[in-house]
């Protein structure tokens, strides 16, 4: 059976991909054949008598650098180098544009993703001439691309039809369609003193949507407001964020 989406790791490390692709919803859509992840060692791609992958840098300087032949030929014998829309090759990097949800959409509608893990102080500026994207997933900077790449590979599996069973339990996620997402609440109703909102006790469902919508709205506005900016509000939403700014401010 075909997959839904291929992944393909490059790394120096494919030990570290060993747990967390081995259990909960990806080992599920793997056992499924939605997913399937392939872990290359890029290093087995390197033929010189010690199979070196790394070197120093040109001009001087810290640390080492990812050499470009052992990857680049791993990634010729194993991709279709990104020469159709179906496929990406993604360099991780701490330089690329930052991986939102957004992204993680539109990559779980391909068919096949090769993400590469770089490692050392970085890589060779050429390996560049080979990728279609590069992502970062924040402004700090980790010892190699593996996380990230558990990170991205996690984020975009749940978005792939028939990973999550509920596949609408991730429509109201945060960020998935541009606000933080509302509080919840689950039993005793009364905890500590503490009680569940009444509305959501009602069974009204259209009382209960307009709550959330607001508290959604209120948790971003507090939280986050930089992703009320580009977004265009509905009339209700207008409504809802004026009162919520009574309310608050
Ligand atoms: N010297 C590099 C720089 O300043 O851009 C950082 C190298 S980092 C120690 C080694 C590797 O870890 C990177 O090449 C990249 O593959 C990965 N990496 C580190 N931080 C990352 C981040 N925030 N997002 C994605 N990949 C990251």
Known sequence: MNPDLHFKIFTLFPGMFEGPFNESLIKKAIDKGI??????NFRDY???????????????GQGM??????????????TGMGKNDEEEII???????????????LLSQKKELSIICGHYEGFDERIRDYVTKEYSIGDYVLTGGEIPAMVMVDCISRLVPGVIKEESSFLEDSFYNGLLE??????????????????LLSGH???IRKWRLKEAL???????????ENREL?????KLLKEIRNEEF
């Open 35 to 40: 997913l399937t992840i392939d872990v290359i």
């Open 46 to 60: 390197a033929f010189s008598k010690h199979q070196t992958v790394d070197d120093t840098p040109f001009g001087g």
């Open 65 to 78: 650098l990812l050499k470009p032949e052992p990857l680049i030929e791993a990634l010729e014998q194993n």
């Open 91 to 105: 360099l991780l990097s701490p330089q690329g544009k930052r991986f939102t949800q957004k992204d993680a959409l």
């Open 182 to 199: 509302y509080p919840h609440y689950t039993k005793p109703r009364n905890f500590r003193g503490k009680e569940v909102p009444e509305i």
């Open 205 to 207: 469902h259209e009382n």
């Open 218 to 228: 209120r948790r971003t506005l507090i939280r986050r407001p930089d992703l009320l």
């Open 234 to 238: 509905s009339k209700e939403e207008i």
